[in-house]
């Protein structure tokens, strides 16, 4: 929910963007986004996830007119990616740590990072590494 209280709140505006959801499970942030976000008809809104979530998301890919691809193949030199989590094992972080070897990561600015900490609740912004 973290996610997509603050993509709702902080970027409503996403005309010219195209959105990647990753880890996205059955999909709520990317169908939030969807319907409370003005975007562009001829930009695109996906979601992905492991293996496990495939059948689901694939439900709701079908239902929602979504689209499935792979991190790599979608993040380009322009594009930003937010990433939420909840810290429940220490695999969470090595996940972080092991996108650090391919993509630029940053823990995001907002006005209910403390709180969301001591939940053990993490906002990222993944960007292509400089060449």
């Not at 996205?24 to 169908?31: I, M, N, P, R």
């Not at 059948?55 to 790599?72: G, H, I």
Request: proline fraction near 2%; glycine fraction near 6%.
């Amino acid at each position: 929910m973290t996610l997509a209280k603050y993509m709702l709140t902080y970027h409503r505006d996403l005309r010219s963007k195209s959105i990647v959801e990753i880890g996205a499970g059955g999909g709520l942030v990317g169908l939030a986004v969807a319907s409370g976000c003005l975007m562009d008809n001829d930009k695109k809104l996906l979601v992905t996830d492991q293996i496990p979530m495939l059948s689901l998301m694939q439900k709701n890919v079908a239902l929602n007119a979504l689209d499935t691809k792979t991190l790599q193949d979608l993040i380009g030199p322009s594009t930003v990616c937010y990433f939420c989590f909840k810290k429940r094992r220490k695999a969470d972080m090595r996940f972080i740590r092991d996108m650090n070897k391919t993509f630029k990561v940053e823990e995001v600015e907002y006005d209910d990072r403390d709180q969301d900490r001591q939940a053990s609740v993490f906002l990222h912004k993944l960007t292509a590494r400089d060449v």
